[in-house]
């Protein structure tokens, strides 16, 4: 139990907005997860995974730290790689999922798509990015099937407000019948970076996205549906220290050093807490990972996003 | 009566957002206008005039085209010229009318700064790079003595929403005492591109800026006061289609060519206001005119002017 | 004699990069040129005509004001519109021109393409836009079949350099076999704005572009052949006025007013001239004319020709 | 012997751009250093901290791994923050130092500053962005005392070229008499990150800057004195989970628990560097570790530094 509340502050501080990497560090090994169905699915033909995790009750809420609802990942190398076929595919097979979502949010015939994050900060701008493809049909006259809006709201140390508060409003002002989120979220493992997108039905809570939004854009807050549609860009810097203590008593174990990786392996959740804060705070805190080509990454990404919400809405 | 019709006709087709062109074309050159009070002061030493409109009841309004209220205009040639000392003292008149324009409205206590117009169009830009350089302090724990949030929302083309729509949920939501909007505006003549500055009670009117706003931003729609910042940075092309009509006569005058300036001269307003609208209809309408080195005056207007706002919110 | 000397003046003041364009005013109605061969195509289907200008000798330099060499132009309107699949056919027939040039200029196993123009001016930003999204190979391992390499000079604002310099420089240093210049020019007409594409076998000319080069871009100065690929996004002010006063004396004699249109049309050329100069001088000089939504034109047209080039490059 | 390769090795997987961090992990703590000389100067009431190292001769370039010259390093904390009075004199004192290494440069009549690094990433797009405030001179009329061109060259994955090959070929074509290289650092320390600005008079070496630059740009390679300026904005990610490991046994040996310690301790060089290198490849290779503020540092720092430049050439 205590321990348990460790690891809560644990996973706080090595945060993840993905799903597929929470049900993986609170998976105990059986495979088995109360409150929570896992179904993966591989197209091999496209290099491509999907993970669907549904958290349906307050055990799997508590279980992987995350809100009842939908998240779909998909995985795929070919998102690093300029391809404009793979790319094309790609869309196609996101177009899918999101109406899916929509589906499941009612079939709203109007959409609000925010572009979450700030466009100054390269792995921070991919939610800003993807709104400059996207088809926006509301003004026009001849109407589309479903009128889309869209908005890039900033981020709080340039508007002095919160983002959710501006999303807030304009919702409240324009009517749309559904959110949709694009933003950069903050992977536990930099193997995530750059190949995976995750959708959910759950919205943006507090803590989450590269710039780690305060308050929540959810149904409860917005009123409507919201979908939140995300890419992690970075990594948490704490997290890559908390991985170099893992990786050290693994090393250590490896070479057959039992004893010496004892004094790693020995230590209790608590000491290895207290050695990662020491070792992080302050200086690592507001630090972030990323890659160096972040900027092809963020724009072959954003495309492929905005393809495929432009194919979802689609007649 | 009949011909005052057709002129204000003509004036729609060429239209100003400033109030001394307004001023200046509606004068009878009897230097008298019912309903209207014009001061006009030079400080020789900073190489401005300043010029205050009061357009003081409905005969003033229609007499000029513009709403009631409080209209001051900056001229100075070193706006157009990379000169910091010159620059900062710019700022600093400026921050002394937008300190009288505030208190005007009743000493706000919180404002919101909205940089309106297309940051992607050079000319359409100056609202969007004002805001970068603003201080905002609202989400600040140490309070400013005013509390400073900004917003940026982009175009109709852009976001699908009508831009007052954005700005008037945001002000439900977000509550400041007053609106301060800075955007670029269209001119009636080339020679006031780039070296003016407007600051107007009135906030903005439908079918003004250069991205030609279908909405009003004012005090009548938000709920708060409204004031306005404007530089203009383009002229519709239909403009300088009337002007060359008018060179045109003026020139064969001049010759001595009185029978041919008859030609021109001698025709009707309706006669004219017909002629320039077969001449630019349709292909000038989307047209506009605007400096080639325009991408360093608005990078030089929008820095004075964020420096003004900071300076007129400093303690 | 004496009045061509006044029609090229005219013809320098009403400056077009267009080939198309020359010709047209330069022809006198019989459709005969001496040292021009002019061919046009339509392709129906696509909504696309393409006219073929060739300079064959001094003659037709004279004529034409444009250097001895191959002028491809290609109009589509839906060059006007984000339509991806017709954006793509467009790509894919360019392509094919740019193969005929590169296959003209002795298929060079290694092109330099240059972006021209000042990215923060939107009108001047298509070559610098251009160069986002071209494949640039010459760095990679894998060699391409040929050699890619891209810059964007910037403009003698920015770096005080002459542009011609930079790009000599570097083609001296870097040795491509060719070099594919891609700028934004100015029309003489504005229907000509965002719907056409001109491909020369001649270069860069001075006094050519929307920034106004002052050194040719040419095989003669670069000492390996040089294709440009321009498209026009401006007209000089001074144009729209000249066009007026075509228009006013059209407009006058169509409406039966037979001496006022002889006011006008009985001028000379010189007269005419003059009038131009003094209506535009010094105001109108530097200024000039663009679309309302310029943004979307150069992002459309910008993607279209990186494709365009993608496809000539490819296997 | 042994261990110093092995060290040489280490110190390169975690490589620093900053004399002042060379020198400091170096120093065997005697704080004599055969063939370097150091000095550190306080300016209290700036809050500003100067340490000039001169790599005297090899023994100097062997000891910490930097070439023969001169490094000048300026540490505040207040370049983290905007403040427009306190940046101004961060200027000031920069402009000094420069003007310094310019004389040391032979008093140069003429300067190219070239701003290197990737525009669209963040942190590496320092130099670009100092280039956006420069004073250029090189083509006015009327001559400035020292004339300045300016370039932004892009990065490889843009261009396919050497940067240094195109700044040679500008070089050779326009022949400045030295050039400035403004450029964003990698450290060894996140302290360091935002606060520190380093001026070398021996240019950029192969595998500096946030870009790994291949090639260098010294007075040897381009035939003039070349001045660097640069700021570190990144560190490798690589840097630190290398101090992870140190912050780890002194955490174990501070905590009185010296067995544990010795586990990691106690390991050789060799063993410290084959975990080093297991652990970081081949996923944190690639990747850098940089402020969540990283925009408003950059926007900053930037500016501090264009300033400062344009006040060296003032007369």
């Known amino acids: 139990m205590e321990e348990r509340g460790q690891e809560a502050f644990i996973q706080q501080q090595v945060h993840t907005d993905l799903a597929v990497e929470a049900q993986e560090s609170a998976a105990d090994g059986s495979g088995e997860m109360p409150g929570v169905r896992i179904r993966e699915q591989e197209y091999r033909e496209l290099g491509l995974t999907m993970t669907r995790v549904e958290v349906l009750d307050e055990r799997g809420e508590k279980a992987i730290g995350k809100p009842k609802g939908l998240y779909i990942t998909l995985e795929a190398e070919s998102m690093r790689e300029e391809d404009e076929e793979g790319g094309r595919e790609?869309?196609?097979?996101?177009?899918?999922?999101?109406?899916?979502?929509?589906?499941?949010?009612?079939?709203?015939?109007?959409?609000?798509?925010?572009?979450?994050?700030?466009?100054?900060?390269?792995?921070?701008?991919?939610?800003?990015?993807?709104?400059?493809?996207?088809?926006?049909?509301?003004?026009?006259?001849?109407?589309?099937?479903?009128?889309?809006?869209?908005?890039?709201?900033?981020?709080?140390?340039?508007?002095?407000?919160?983002?959710?508060?501006?999303?807030?409003?304009?919702?409240?002002?324009?009517?749309?019948?559904?959110?949709?989120?694009?933003?950069?979220?903050?992977?536990?493992?930099?193997?995530?970076?750059?190949?995976?997108?995750?959708?959910?039905?759950?919205?943006?809570?507090?803590?989450?996205?590269?710039?780690?939004?305060r308050h929540s854009l959810t149904e409860e807050s917005l009123g409507v549906p919201v979908i939140a549609l995300g890419v992690p860009t970075v990594v948490a810097a704490a997290a890559i220290v908390y991985d170099t203590l893992d990786g050290?008593?693994?090393l250590l174990e490896a070479a057959g050093a039992a004893s010496q990786a004892?004094?790693?392996?020995?230590?209790?959740?608590?000491?290895?807490?207290?050695?990662?804060?020491?070792?992080?705070?302050?200086?690592?805190?507001?630090?972030?990972?990323?890659?160096?080509?972040?900027?092809?990454?963020?724009?072959?990404?954003?495309?492929?996003?905005?393809?495929?919400?432009?194919?979802?809405?689609?007649e």
């Open 90 to 213: 790609l869309s196609r097979q996101l177009s899918l999922y999101i109406k899916e979502m929509l589906e499941q949010a009612g079939a709203p015939r109007s959409v609000l798509v925010v572009g979450l994050g700030n466009q100054e900060v390269t792995p921070d701008s991919l939610g800003p990015r993807a709104l400059d493809n996207l088809r926006i049909t509301r003004h026009l006259k001849e109407k589309a099937s479903v009128s889309i809006s869209g908005i890039v709201p900033g981020v709080m140390a340039q508007t002095g407000m919160e983002t959710a508060q501006i999303i807030h409003g304009i919702v409240e002002e324009t009517g749309p019948e559904a959110v949709l989120v694009v933003d950069a979220l903050a992977a536990r493992s930099v193997s995530r970076l750059g190949n995976t997108i995750q959708l959910s039905s759950t919205g943006i809570q507090p803590g989450s996205g590269v710039g780690n939004h």
């Open 248 to 250: 050290l008593s693994e």
């Open 262 to 314: 004892d004094a790693v392996e020995g230590m209790t959740l608590e000491e290895r807490y207290q050695m990662v804060k020491e070792l992080i705070e302050p200086r690592l805190g507001p630090m972030f990972v990323t890659p160096g080509n972040i900027d092809e990454q963020v724009k072959l990404l954003s495309f492929i996003i905005s393809e495929g919400i432009n194919m979802a809405f689609e």
